[in-house]
Nanobody, 125 residues
């Protein structure tokens, strides 16, 4: 059973930074890509970024240059470093993992089988 647990959310002023963590368990972590999504109030969940198995990253245009995804395989943890935060970044952030361990680039919700419970990020103006 794959489990994902996010942490690190909170309240921050515009221009500030936060680092989210996603701890994974239940399978060999470094064989799989990981993704981050977010859902703002009244909006659909949207793609934030992904880190492929081989270490390539791809981010949504809205966060490019501000958010960075990384992983620590020894800790079975993936991180989302968020800098220069804006009020429009306010959302519940979710990490996700695919069912299959390949190097495909995944940017759609349906491409991910496992999801964490989410962590709230609130950016005040």
């Amino acid at each position: 059973q794959v489990q994902l647990v996010e942490s690190g959310g909170g309240l921050v002023q515009a221009g500030g930074s936060l680092r989210l963590s996603c701890a994974a368990s239940g399978r060999t972590f470094d064989n799989y890509a990981m993704g981050w999504f977010r859902q703002a109030p009244g909006k659909e969940r949207e793609f934030v970024g992904t880190l492929t198995r081989s270490g390539s990253t791809y981010s949504a245009d809205s966060v490019k240059g501000r958010f960075t995804i990384s992983r620590d395989n020894a800790k079975n943890t993936v991180y989302l470093q968020m800098n220069s935060l804006k009020p429009e970044d306010t959302a519940v952030y979710y990490c996700a993992a695919p069912k299959f361990g390949d190097d495909a680039l995944r940017v759609r919700e349906w491409q991910y089988a496992y999801w964490g419970q989410g962590t709230q990020v609130t950016v005040s103006s």
